[in-house]
Nanobody
Framework: QVQLVESGGGLVEAGGSLRLSCATS????????MGWFRQAPGKEREFVGF????????LYANSVKGRFTISRDNAKNTVYLQMNSLKPEDTAVYYC???????????????WGQGTQVTVSS
């Protein structure tokens, strides 16, 4: 079992930045690839970013590419999502998730955090 806890969400003005953290516990963190997803009210949960367990590979949704950066510190069992140049359309609940797959599909993720709210005002 892997437990995931997100933090760092909040209210920010358009153009601002936030850094989300996802702390993990339970089974060894390092064999898992990690993903960030988000869900806005009335919408499906969508992929945001992926990082392999070695951090050699990162993937991003087109909507966030060039603005968001995903990273991880395996010594701290933590994954991060640095979000810059935030837009009102980035408003959503953000979730981190763990997978043994190389995937952007939420159905391939085995463990999920409870989510953290990000609100971007215009």
């Amino acid at each position: 079992q892997v437990q995931l806890v997100e933090s760092g969400g909040g209210l920010v003005e358009a153009g601002g930045s936030l850094r989300l953290s996802c702390a993990t516990s339970g089974r060894a963190f390092s064999p898992y690839a990690m993903g960030w997803f988000r869900q806005a009210p009335g919408k499906e949960r969508e992929f945001v970013g992926f990082i392999s367990y070695s951090a050699n590979t990162t993937l991003y949704a087109n909507s966030v590419k060039g603005r968001f950066t995903i990273s991880r510190d395996n010594a701290k069992n933590t994954v991060y999502l640095q979000m810059n140049s935030l837009k009102p359309e980035d408003t959503a609940v953000y979730y981190c998730a763990a997978t043994r797959s190389y995937s952007t599909d939420k159905s391939d993720y085995n463990y999920w955090g409870q989510g953290t709210q990000v609100t971007v005002s215009s």
